[in-house]
């Protein structure tokens, strides 16, 4: 959530930031209910100010042998009474102009970083590098194909428990899902990344505070009869993990690497990417998230790609790296890079892996902060992929077919896996 203070003081900066995005605003609405507030609220301060004066000096009188019955005493605590009446008036009125100005401010996404490159779509995005050689050939198979001839998931049936973009894993499919899910949180626990399994099920102010709702309530599933939605992704349940808390600054930064289901609607989406493992509704995922002291954020994303980078690295799937220009950019992000991992049977770079900085974007909405010889500060936070693990098994697929019918694994995955191949059943 964006900074009131710069709703009221400094609006304009607002309107040109989110311009870089391709967005038109006009805040002189929510500006004049910044500037009612803070009124209020200086009202407010003033009059309880002259109300402790006023029971101070009733107490004062008392003290020195005034009759608390007395008519100056008792003129004295009328006058408190009714500031008291007026302070209760203004708290109310304050109260109704902050819930309109955060639910205002709520759906307004993150200011893009200086750094960021301007552009209006993907079109526009900046490659920064690649890694590996990316397979070609003619008559290499799309993962699905590879998939159905191995037998590794099932489809049809899944429509049946479910509806269309579910899939079951089978056989050496869920084996490989296993595997590769295990080997990415093995790889990040050995670089310090503390091992998280949150709940599935998040509740609607663990995804206002990590910036899903309002503005993507038509992407997520919602349990009917209770105030619970299954998690997009653990960004949201991890953020929450230090909701409303203090966290001091010499424990920073919190680094952890989280496992979970992910749910999402993919609206919109219809007709794209309908076969296969590369835009299901529910899809198993590894997440990198830091919490981090605002001064040091900068270093942290570069960090938290590397991270991400090394498990294509060790799996041996040639990628390149991304950089969203501002009219490409998430929600809560102020600067992302996007990992895209060949597909040879595609002929293809896909995205499996999005490493954002937020600056103090959600830690606002979520109120997490940290306390240093500054004072208290609002923390930062970081969110990567490490990785989409359905995504890394459609490139592995692809990456590793052969001839033969077989697909040959990276080395690192065989102790995971058990073996060096997948083979016809």
Known sequence: MLDQRL?????????????????????????????????????????????????????????????????VVAELRQQGNLI????????????????????????????????????????????????????EGEGLLEHWSIAERLNLFETER???IAQSRFVTLMGQGAR?????????????TAKGYRE????????????????????????????????????PTAEVPVTSLHRDEIIPADQLPLRYAAYSPCFRREAGSYGRDTRGLIRLHQFNKVELYWFVHPDHS???????????????????????????????????????????????????????????????FQARRSAIRTKDGKGTRLIHTLNGSGLAVGRTMAALLETGQQSDGSVLLPK??????????????
Not at 37 to 50: I, K, P, T, Y
Not at 183 to 188: G, P, R
Not at 197 to 221: C, D, H, I, R, W
């Open 158 to 160: 899944s429509v049946r």
């Open 196 to 231: 998280v399994m949150p709940p599935v099920l998040v509740n609607t102010a663990s995804l206002t505070g990590s910036g899903q709702l309002p503005k993507f309530a038509e992407e997520s599933f919602r349990c009917a009869e209770d105030d619970l939605w299954l998690t």
């Open 298 to 360: 900068q270093a942290a994303h570069a960090q938290i790609t590397a991270d991400a980078e090394a498990v294509l690295q060790a799996l041996e799937l040639p990628y390149r790296v991304i950089e969203l220009c501002t009219g490409d950019l998430g929600f809560s992000s102020s600067r992302t890079y996007d990992l895209e991992v060949w597909l040879p049977g595609a002929g293809a770079f896909r995205e499996i892996s999005s490493c954002s900085i937020c600056g103090d």
């Open 176 to 188: 490989l899902e296993r595997a590769l899910i295990n080997f990415m949180l093995d790889l990040h």
């Open 7 to 71: 709703v009221r003081d400094n609006p304009d900066l607002i309107v040109n930031e989110l311009g870089r995005r391709g967005m038109t605003l006009d805040l002189t609405g929510l500006q004049l209910i910044a500037q009612q507030q803070r009124n209020l609220e200086e009202q407010r301060s003033s009059l309880q100010a002259e109300g402790n004066r006023i029971g101070k000096e009733v107490g004062q009188r008392i003290q020195k042998g005034s009759d608390p019955k007395a008519s």
């Open 84 to 135: 008291k009446q007026k302070v209760a008036v203004l708290e109310d009125e304050e109260k109704q102009l902050s819930a309109r100005l955060r639910e205002q401010l709520l759906s307004l996404p993150n200011l893009p970083s200086p750094d960021c490159p301007e552009g209006r779509d993907e079109n526009d995005n900046q490659e920064r590098h690649c890694w590996g050689n990316p397979r």
């Open 412 to 425: 690192a995955l065989v102790p995971y896996f058990g073996k060096d191949r997948l083979e016809p059943e």
